[in-house]
């Protein structure tokens, strides 16, 4: 057989395998635009422009975010343009035992606010990073969250839709699956962000091979990550820019995952963090750490380097941006935006619509 002959039949099988073997729509997570302050409906109206298939609304600014009428509009609008919709809420671990209740109510409304705006999910997510976990383990915030799950179980199994449990910088993949599986997952599933991994020393095809099987939304965030004397730096960049590699990335999302939409969402614009793994008390976070996963991590900073191109630095720990930087800042994230779904057209093939403008 010659090798011609040999890749096609090797490609064609590699296609028939595959959980997704054919064209997989694209979309941007809109949070990437937060500087513009852009409304819903200027959002809606950019993804359309940019020929998506879909947009992520995600922790939108527009003044009509809790109003009913507005859920109703939305949901026609993203219709009218031909987007497929997908959006939801913020962290759900009560900082206190006493918050729980005030925090199943914040559930509840995300997921009767996605059901209105026709979201087949509902993100959330259990904390902003593994420091900011609430007092106690892992497994007591396991159960916490599988409460959690179960007073929404019937809401959600009415509505049809699942929570998308963001992999967050709480959580490690192992971890998250088996939160996942415990709470059921005919109601929670991952939303895999491909970005958040590398913060708690995980390589992010690690991650996807871990959660694209659970995945009901997957988001591509790119990161620089390389040793540093004091320990392994890790940093957000333009997607394609950094030493994650997203052509097998995306190779094992068509093999594992079902019926998912893949959304940009870079990040940028904040500094390298340092994980100080040197540092014996870093390590109290992680009690169940594997060797062979930090291995894995390891490996990849190993192969990595800091960012070179040009950023401007902006998003300082909960900062405002400065007045006098924010039309670079808008500008930034508009143009790493579109650079980012260009990557992902060009050299990961992805998308379906803009095929059709040509």
């Known amino acids: 057989m010659f090798r011609r002959d040999f890749l096609t039949t090797l490609s064609a099988a590699t296609a028939a395998s595959a959980a997704m073997p054919g064209p997989i729509p694209l979309g ?28 992520f609304l995600q922790d939108s600014a527009d003044p009509g975010r809790y109003e009913p009428a507005h859920w109703k509009w939305v949901r026609q609008r993203a219709k009218e343009l031909s987007l497929h919709l997908e959006t939801g809420g913020g962290t759900i671990l009560p900082k206190t035992p006493a918050g729980l209740a005030d925090e199943i109510t914040k559930l509840k409304r995300e997921i009767m606010r996605g059901a209105a705006m026709g979201s087949p999910i509902v993100r959330a997510l259990l904390a902003s990073d593994r420091e900011h976990l609430p007092p106690g383990s892992i497994e007591q915030h396991t159960e916490t969250a599988l409460t959690i799950f179960k007073a929404v179980k019937s809401q959600l199994k009415d509505a049809g839709m699942k929570i998308g449990l963001e992999f967050h910088k709480d959580l490690q993949g192992w971890e998250m699956k088996r939160l996942i599986e415990a709470a059921g997952t005919d109601t929670v599933g991952s939303y895999l962000d491909t970005g958040n991994p590398v913060f708690v020393m995980e390589d992010p095809l690690q991650s996807v091979e871990t959660l694209a099987p659970l995945a009901v939304t997957v988001h591509l965030r790119d990161s620089v990550v390389y040793e540093h004397p004091k320990g392994i730096a890790v940093q957000w960049v333009p997607l394609g820019e950094g030493n994650v590699d997203f052509v097998k990335v995306v190779a094992r999302v068509r093999e594992l995952a079902t019926g998912v939409h893949l959304y940009v969402k870079p990040i940028t614009g904040r500094p390298p963090q340092v994980l100080p793994i040197f540092d014996p008390k870093f390590w109290e976070l992680y009690p169940e750490a594997k060797a062979k996963d930090f291995a894995r991590f390891l490996a990849l900073a190993k192969r990595g380097g800091p960012y070179e191109g040009h950023v401007v630095t902006e998003d300082l720990y909960g900062q405002p941006v400065a007045p006098q930087f924010l039309a670079a800042v808008q500008y930034q994230q508009r143009d790493h935006v579109e650079r980012g779904v260009a990557y992902a057209r060009k050299t990961l093939g992805l998308g379906i619509r803009h095929k059709e403008s040509r």
Request: glycine share 0%.
């Open 28 to 55: 941007i997570n809109t949070y990437c635009l937060r500087s513009l302050r852009w409304t819903d409906a200027q959002l809606l109206d950019y993804c359309a422009a940019q020929r998506l298939d879909a947009i």
